[in-house]
């Protein structure tokens, strides 16, 4: 039986806090965001483009990122929009790969459309740039096998799961996130592990993301 399999190591459950802080940047024009954008920390880079997934982790489809919202709502740059809401963030292992991204897409559309960089936001309207601080903190909870693993999903708190899924593969630069990685080189199933790092989390809410979780894990028990 999977769940009979002890890890080599126990998993440890961390949570996270976050706070919003002001960078005291902002652009008010196409050409501004692209020139802040490519200097700005990546805890602003991630705050802009995670922060509806942290916030309102109940709407599915998740709104798009601070960026597209801006351009689209703001500017009314509807194209541009669009093309930066739908840049897959599962391509990326770390934050400044999907800031290049961002910055060839609105280097792209101003080629292509050199008066866009004339607009400019009302005043009041303009983008500030924040960026998100972390601590994370330890849980109460551990995990010996794929019996207990599932058993604390059940109980976390979404912050837990966020953490170990989107903050660690991206923020914290891993190529995998925390569970799969411990699946894998702690109990040695490298299927189950692979199983879980190609659901796109980004396609569900943080909610669903959990009963994902813990019914691919429960199926391998059962096994």
């Known amino acids: 039986?999977?769940?009979?399999?002890?890890?080599?190591?126990?998993?440890?459950?961390?949570?996270?806090?976050?706070?919003?802080?002001?960078?005291?940047?902002?652009?008010?024009?196409?050409?501004?965001?692209?020139?802040?954008?490519?200097?700005?920390?990546?805890?602003?880079?991630?705050?802009?483009?995670?922060?509806?997934?942290?916030?309102?982790?109940?709407?599915?489809?998740?709104?798009?990122?601070?960026?597209?919202?801006?351009?689209?709502?703001?500017?009314?740059?509807?194209?541009?929009?669009?093309?930066?809401?739908?840049?897959?963030?599962?391509?990326?292992?770390?934050?400044?790969?999907?800031?290049?991204k961002i910055i060839q897409t609105i280097e792209i559309y101003l080629k292509e459309n050199p008066t866009a960089s004339l607009r400019f936001a009302r005043e009041g309207d303009e983008f500030h740039f924040i960026k998100s601080v972390s601590f994370i903190l330890p849980t109460k909870y551990t995990a010996c096998d794929l019996k207990e693993f599932s058993e604390v999903l059940r109980k976390i708190a979404i912050d837990s799961i966020y953490f170990h899924i989107f903050e660690a593969r991206l923020r914290l630069e891993k190529r995998t996130n925390d569970f799969s990685n411990w699946i894998e080189n702690s109990l040695g199933n490298k299927r189950l592990a692979d199983k879980i790092t190609q659901m796109d989390p980004y396609t569900r809410t943080l909610d669903d993301l959990r009963k994902t979780l813990i019914q691919v894990i429960d199926k391998e028990i059962s096994v």
């Open 1 to 100: 039986m999977a769940d009979l399999i002890k890890a080599k190591e126990p998993f440890k459950f961390y949570t996270r806090l976050s706070l919003s802080e002001l960078t005291g940047l902002r652009a008010a024009n196409l050409g501004q965001l692209l020139g802040i954008i490519g200097e700005l920390p990546i805890a602003s880079i991630y705050h802009h483009t995670h922060r509806f997934l942290q916030q309102h982790q109940y709407l599915s489809p998740e709104p798009p990122n601070d960026f597209a919202y801006w351009v689209s709502q703001i500017l009314g740059e509807d194209e541009l929009g669009e093309l930066l809401a739908s840049i897959d963030t599962m391509q990326f292992f770390d934050i400044n790969s999907l800031r290049d």
